[in-house]
């Protein structure tokens, strides 16, 4: 099994290979440029135009980084405690790793891709920020008293919202907007220092 992506520091494709390594699913990674990705999308039931492609034989490819997680952790002994135990549980986290994929990590490409330059809009950074700042209101003050997003141990759910942060906490939100936030810091420190995060990140620091 093979997961192919475009660059190293992409956070989707960091997001899939923690999710493999609490799995314990040994797939191998590698960078591929644009020809193969053609390659890659022709096979792909239902095509996708982001990285990372996770391709399980010669002809079956998935595309979507939750997808693919989710996949590797369902076939796994974590399946229970990483997605849920009930179906309560399975829409609690459920609704966060939609939360971090709508309302986190597009206002985070949108950011990366002024900051570097492939997008040239002044107004689309400045509501991409003001959107980003306000979701992480909301999730500051649901994190207040909590030690994880969902239920007493760290879920797809944190995973997956850590990666979406990753670029935020390193481009945008400064000192000042993190100690306003202190519940939201307190998690993504913690994350940040887990040992499933430092053996695929190193220590990511704000």
């Not at 990372?52 to 076939?75: C, G, N």
């Not at 997956?160 to 993504?188: C, I, N, Y």
Request: aromatic residues 8%.
């Amino acid at each position: 099994m093979t997961l192919y992506t475009d660059r190293v520091g992409n956070m989707q494709t960091a997001s899939v290979q923690m999710a493999a390594d609490l799995a314990k699913a040994h797939i191998k990674t590698q960078i591929v440029n644009e020809t193969t990705k053609k390659d890659l999308v022709k096979k792909a039931k239902i095509p996708g135009n982001v990285f990372p492609y996770f391709q399980l034989d010669e002809k079956t490819v998935l595309t979507d980084s939750t997808a693919i997680a989710k996949y590797l952790i369902r076939s796994s002994s974590a399946a229970a405690t990483l997605l849920g135990a009930t179906p309560f549980a399975e829409a609690q986290i459920e609704q966060f790793v939609v939360m971090a994929s709508s309302s986190v990590l597009t206002k985070v490409q949108t950011i990366e891709a002024t900051v570097f330059g492939t997008l040239v809009s002044p107004d689309s950074h400045a509501v991409a920020v003001k959107e980003l700042k306000e979701t992480c209101k909301v999730l500051n003050t649901h994190l207040a008293g909590r030690k994880w997003l969902v239920g007493s141990a760290m879920t797809f759910a944190d995973l997956h919202l850590f990666t979406a942060l990753v670029p935020a906490f390193q481009l945008t939100l400064d000192a000042g907007f993190r100690k306003a936030m202190p519940e939201l810091s307190r998690w993504f420190e913690k994350m940040a220092r887990m040992p499933i995060v430092t053996g695929r990140l190193g220590y990511i620091k704000p």
